[in-house]
């Protein structure tokens, strides 16, 4: 088989979440169980790290793969979904699986493959942690699918759990209120095994609590051990400069990082607790943390948060997708400095509108499009709904028919935005 025989064997034959939706989603791990038996229990052969979370989860496994490989450590990183191609979903010290792995794991395994029938993400999970096996990895980053009880991932038993936050994304599967979707999430935390919280809300910080205390781990908050303050971004380099106050000792750590999003002063106090916790069983400096985040786009090749892709126009994509993750890319768009804005927009079939659209500025031209996954909305829907809110612009069947149709009407000084879905940016990259 070649490589894209291999991948159109996996799209054709296994349910893919990011293509048809709930209908890929398995509540419950006898898949993942079954392929870890058959395997011989490959994660048992590494120490790792949980991360779950609805929004942030991305980045801070990337940046804290990143200062492990900066600290000398063979880092294995485990994310989803990709944005160009499958293999970098799976990768060692920022390098992708190579195309050979991922054809001799399906030839080899075909049979367990056809007799278990797993979905997409479950054979994913099941060919990275063979991978990273036989590699003999150090250490390896593993960020959940979605929800955390229930994912794939979850038959690790990490040195450290990680839940970013709890916002309202895949309500359909996790639950209606963020209390159950926090419960979803909070069965990424074992026993004994220390939990970090990105963002405790008033409806989530005691499900955290109880399940903590139920599992004798170790509790931080975050966001009460350090504050983080951004500078402006450099519009030229995206570089931003970053300051950490331990709010304790009163120490500050200050850096530099290339994801220019201003969500990611949520994102940076979780990763220097990590680092913390993550000492005692590896040798992490202060440098390590500090050169880990401003490399993190070199040693990770962490693409689409606040990217910029452009200049005179500016041109600027985001993966936030979510009601929370959209406020926080709408105000940063709002405080950009630009004569006028361009939105090469579309979203998931399944995805509440109602909830994300008034989020988008009714000042702008709108170039609403969708992504080529049998998820998408189509673009005609989309423009109709978004008329409903304000929101008013051209249809195009494509998303590089977007982007050039925005690039031909944006003058210098003004600014072009590409989001609302991750499958977007993906095309759009």
Aim: one cysteine or more; proline letters at 3%.
């Amino acid at each position: 088989m070649t490589y894209k025989e291999t991948i159109d064997f996996l799209y054709s034959q296994l349910p893919v979440y990011h293509r048809i939706g709930k209908a890929a989603y398995k509540a419950n791990l006898n898949n993942t169980l079954a392929l870890d038996e058959y395997f011989g229990h490959p994660h048992r052969k590494f120490s790792s790290v949980h991360v779950a979370g609805t929004n942030g989860k991305g980045s801070v496994s990337h940046m804290i793969a990143s200062v492990l490989q900066e600290a000398g450590y063979k880092t294995a990183l485990y994310t989803s979904p990709h944005l160009k191609d499958y293999r970098e979903r799976i990768r060692i010290n920022g390098e992708v699986i190579p195309e050979k792995e991922v054809i001799f794991f399906v030839e080899k395994n075909r049979d367990i493959i056809n007799s278990v029938n797993p979905s997409f993400f479950e054979m994913s999970v099941a060919m990275a942690f063979d991978y990273f096996a036989r590699a003999a990895v150090d250490v390896t980053v593993v960020e959940t699918g979605l929800g955390g009880r229930l994912d794939s991932t979850n038959i690790i038993s990490p040195l450290l759990s990680i839940i970013t936050n709890i916002g309202h994304d895949h309500m359909d599967l996790l639950g209606s209120t963020l209390e159950k979707i926090a419960g979803e999430k909070a069965g990424i935390i074992k026993k004994n095994v220390p939990v970090i919280i990105g963002e405790a809300l008033s409806e989530t910080r005691n499900v955290f609590s109880k399940r903590a205390t139920l599992m004798s781990s170790e509790l931080i908050f975050a966001g009460e051990i350090y504050e983080c303050a951004l500078e402006d971004i450099d519009l030229l380099t995206g570089v931003r400069i970053f300051r950490l106050l331990n709010r304790r000792s009163g120490e500050t750590i200050t850096g530099k990082t290339a994801l220019g999003g201003d969500y990611q002063v949520k994102n940076l106090p979780v990763v220097i607790c990590a680092v913390e916790i993550l000492r005692s069983n590896f040798g992490i400096s202060q440098q390590n943390f500090i050169d880990g985040i401003k490399k993190v786009v070199l040693n990770t090749e962490l693409r689409g948060r606040w990217e910029i892709l452009g200049n005179n126009p500016l041109i600027i994509c985001d993966t936030g997708h979510n009601m929370e993750g959209l406020r926080y890319v709408m105000n940063q768009i709002s405080k950009t400095t630009k004569s006028g804005l361009h939105m090469v927009i579309g979203f998931v079939n399944d995805k509440d509108l109602g909830s994300v659209l008034p989020l988008f500025p009714e000042d702008a031209k709108y170039y609403f499009t969708k992504a080529s996954v049998p998820r998408a909305l189509n673009e005609n829907i989309l423009k109709a709904e978004a008329l409903k809110f304000g929101l008013t612009g051209s249809c195009y069947p494509g998303v590089s028919a977007a982007l050039e149709a925005a690039k031909k009407n944006a003058s210098e000084g003004e600014m072009i935005f590409i989001g609302g879905s991750t499958f977007i940016v993906a095309e759009a990259l």
